[in-house]
């Protein structure tokens, strides 16, 4: 089993600017969380790298931005009303609520040793559904009719939009719609930092094919979401599909595997992604709640038909949790007692590229450090600091996970050349000030940072 590193992440997420609990200084709201500098930095970066490789770098997809509010039929007919719930038991005694079917997982907060319903003060209440949507009231008047949900997914804002898009941007099937964005689920036992949370974000892709052909285009998609996971750098052997069995399966789909990635400690493998073959299912049903037809008419072949959904549905919080969690490093350093704490961030993703430092505060060495921050601050986040020992300033940036660090001195200023110290394996080597920027690009598609041999001179 993998070492749990979640408290030592929770931790260094606050200290460093990665993840703060919402409202901390009221006491915080229970599983929400707001993301620091560092934080908003990284989720962008695997925002904007599923973004260009669902819909940039494809001609067959289309992106879309929907509403979190939406119609409150589109929840009757997407199934939410009626079946998005799970089962809840109260405890009368401590106010606790547990979700029925995970009552074997949970523990007593009177005694933790003890699970739900093992102490003498319990008194468990029979299950009963409770519906995960956030119900809230559209305009001035608080009755049943202006009841609206907060969306439990985004996926249905691209069902309803599918003849939008298809329409105006003459896609032909097979094609796909994207989206990233907010989605809100009244989780009952939220927890474990970043992975369960009541608001979170979805990066979903639908994608519309002929039907008979769903199962091939089901494949092909399984194996580019696992590809671009592994592309984020989050290591093969703590990936693994699982498929759902007829059980776990939702009554519509075909098909479903989920992307499961191992958090360590008791947490193990868990879902970051599912890949779905939802049928016709949802149009069909958002066909038949609002009467409009949604069927895709193929003129070439002069047929019309409602296509068959292939679905990838990853959540942007927990795959950003997984990079942090994948990213975490304590080891020694030859040579020192400390150690270091570095966050081993695929250099694409690192919410700062690259620290600058002058070695010391005089000679012209900030004002030529400063220069040279401005200049690459055009094409990458980088953070300039000059307090410090050196050591102490690698430091803070190994555990910001930050590339490069870029130092300035003395012989600097004389001949224009700077060091650059590569995170992972503290290597140097000494470039042209002119060549600062080449040599980080051609880092930022690899895995790992350590110097070149070839660039060492
Ligand atoms: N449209 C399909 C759908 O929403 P899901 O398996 O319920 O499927 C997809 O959710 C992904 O969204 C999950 O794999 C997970 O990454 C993320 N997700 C779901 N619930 C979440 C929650 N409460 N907190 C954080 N992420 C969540």
Redesign the pocket.
């Known amino acids: 089993m993998r070492p749990d590193v979640l408290e030592t992440l929770v931790s260094l997420a606050k200290r460093r600017g990665f993840i703060f609990q919402s409202s901390e200084i009221y006491g915080g709201t229970g599983?929400v969380w707001d993301y620091g500098p560092l934080g908003v930095e990284l989720k962008n970066n695997v925002k904007a790298r599923w973004w260009n490789a669902m819909v940039r770098e494809r001609d067959d997809v289309e992106g879309l931005d929907a509403a979190i509010l939406m119609h409150p039929k589109v929840w009757e007919a997407s199934g939410h009303v009626s079946g998005f719930s799970d089962p809840l038991v109260d405890c009368k005694a401590c106010k606790a609520r547990f979700r029925a079917d995970k009552i074997q997982d949970a523990q007593c907060p009177r005694k933790p040793s003890k699970k739900p319903g093992e102490h003498t003060d319990c008194q468990l209440t029979e299950p009963r559904q409770f519906n995960l949507m956030f119900k809230t009231f559209m305009g001035p008047v608080e009755d049943t009719a202006a009841v609206v949900y907060l969306r439990?997914?985004?996926?249905q804002g691209i069902f309803v939009n599918f003849l939008n898009v298809q329409q105006a941007t003459r896609q032909k099937v097979p094609f796909g719609i994207a989206q990233i964005g907010k989605?809100f689920?009244n989780?009952i036992t939220?927890g474990n930092f970043?992975?369960?949370?009541?608001e979170?974000?979805?990066m979903?892709m639908q994608f519309f094919v002929e039907p008979g052909t769903d199962m091939e285009h089901f494949e092909r998609w399984k194996q580019a979401r696992l590809d671009w996971h592994l592309g984020l750098g989050l290591d093969r052997d703590r990936l693994e599909f699982h498929q759902h069995t007829e059980k776990e399966l939702a009554h519509y789909a075909r098909a479903a595997f989920?992307?499961n990635f191992d958090f360590g400690g008791s947490l193990g493998f868990q879902?970051?992604?599912?890949v779905?073959n939802r049928s016709d299912f949802d149009l069909k049903q958002h066909q038949e709640f609002s009467t409009k037809k949604l069927e895709y008419v193929d003129q070439a072949a002069n047929k019309r038909y409602l296509p068959y959904v292939i679905?990838t549905?990853?959540?942007?919080?927990?795959?950003t949790l997984a990079i942090m969690v994948n990213a975490l490093r304590e080891e020694l350093v030859p040579g020192e007692t400390e150690g270091r704490t570095v966050m081993g961030f695929h250099p694409a993703l690192a919410p700062i590229k690259a620290g600058v430092f002058p070695l010391t505060k005089k000679d012209g060495q900030p004002e030529m450090a400063e220069a040279l921050a401005a200049k690459l601050r055009k094409k990458f986040n980088v953070f300039y600091d000059e307090a410090g020992a050196i050591g102490r300033r690698y430091r803070r940036q190994d555990e910001a996970g930050t590339p490069f660090g870029i130092t300035i001195d003395s012989d600097s200023t004389v001949n224009n050349d700077v060091t650059i110290r590569f995170r992972d394996d503290m290597g140097q080597i000494r470039v042209s000030t002119d060549k600062v920027i080449e040599v980080m690009a051609s880092y930022l598609d690899k895995d790992h940072v350590t110097a070149d041999s070839k660039l060492v001179g």
Do not use: C, L, M
């Open positions: 599983s439990p997914e985004t996926a989605a689920r989780e939220p970043t992975f369960r949370t009541r979170f974000e979805q979903e989920d992307i879902e970051i992604e599912g779905h679905e549905s990853v959540g942007a919080d927990r795959v």
